[in-house]
């Protein structure tokens, strides 16, 4: 990934702008999400919004990923691609909006009840919704990537869950992906110090079962070895002078959730 790139307070100006459209765009597309309709129909809704707020998707065409919009479902960690799939009552679904805007990335996510769904994928997403907050509460100056990763891995694994390991957070600007790679696991006091002005991505995704993943042959959905379910959550959030700004924060609480508000 290179060098990390650190934000003059111009660029996180422009930033805030980015991170700001994606999360409205989440909550907008969060007042859909109900038994009956399928992930392309939360696709178009992302794409329409987007652009007509004179932004780009940015997964659309990212490595060849083929939609504008990543939606997870149950056993599905991340990466899961739009189809005629119909929502299910009592399914989990992760919806990952990324927003272009005027050059800059703005990186958001959450997992959503659909109809009434059981204890066991309430208490998961409850859980990874912990995850990121605890996650976030260890960003200031001079703390290390790994205090992150660790207090994520402790959280989930004294639950009863495992993190996943092949996809991590990341450094975000003008670039989708950039550094620092942010593990959601580690030993606290390694990894690189954390100065103002860093921008990155926290987005822990959480198992049931087993924390190793399996790529579907359309080489980009990534579901889970024993079929249990997953969950993630995410932020892009920068780095103060004391603390953490959390870029893509909610100006209201998400349906659908019951998490985030």
């Given amino acids: 990934m290179g060098n990390v790139l650190i934000k003059s307070d111009a660029d996180l100006v422009e930033m805030r702008k980015a991170c700001k459209l ?27 919004y987007t652009v007509k707020h004179n ?10 990923y083929p939609k504008s919009v990543c939606t997870s479902i149950n056993e599905v960690i991340c990466h899961g691609i739009p189809s005629d799939r119909v929502l299910q009552d009592g399914d989990i679904i992760n ?31 409850e859980v990874t919704r912990e995850c990121l907050r605890l ?16 207090v994520i891995q402790h959280h989930a694994e004294s639950n009863g869950y495992s993190v996943v390991q092949d996809f991590v957070g990341h450094g975000i600007g003008r670039n989708f992906h950039e550094a ?10 390694r990894g690189q110090r954390l100065a103002k002005g860093m921008t990155f991505t926290i987005e ?9 993943s399996i790529i579907l042959d359309d080489d980009w959905t990534a579901v889970t070895i024993d079929g249990k379910l997953s969950a993630q959550f995410e932020h892009t959030v920068a780095v103060t002078d004391d603390g953490v700004e959390i870029l893509t924060a909610f100006d209201e609480p998400l349906l659908n ?4 508000k």
Avoid: C
């Avoid at 620092?180 to 006091?189: I, R, S, T």
């Fill in 95 to 125: 919806v990952d909006v990324t927003s272009i805007l005027n050059g800059w990335h703005g990186d958001v996510s959450a997992t959503f009840f659909v109809g009434d769904v059981s204890d066991d994928a309430r208490r998961l997403v």
């Fill in 22 to 48: 994606a999360a409205r765009t989440l909550v907008e597309a969060a007042k859909m999400i109900a038994p009956g309709i399928t992930t392309d129909d939360i696709n178009r809704f992302v794409h329409d």
């Fill in 55 to 64: 932004a780009k998707p940015a997964p659309l065409g990212y490595r060849g």
């Fill in 204 to 212: 822990p995704m959480i198992n049931q079962g087993d924390y190793r």
């Fill in 257 to 260: 959730s019951e998490v985030f």
């Fill in 135 to 150: 996650g976030i509460e260890q960003v200031k100056p001079k703390v290390r990537l790994g205090d992150i990763g660790a």
């Fill in 180 to 189: 620092p790679q942010v593990l959601h696991f580690g030993k606290a006091g």
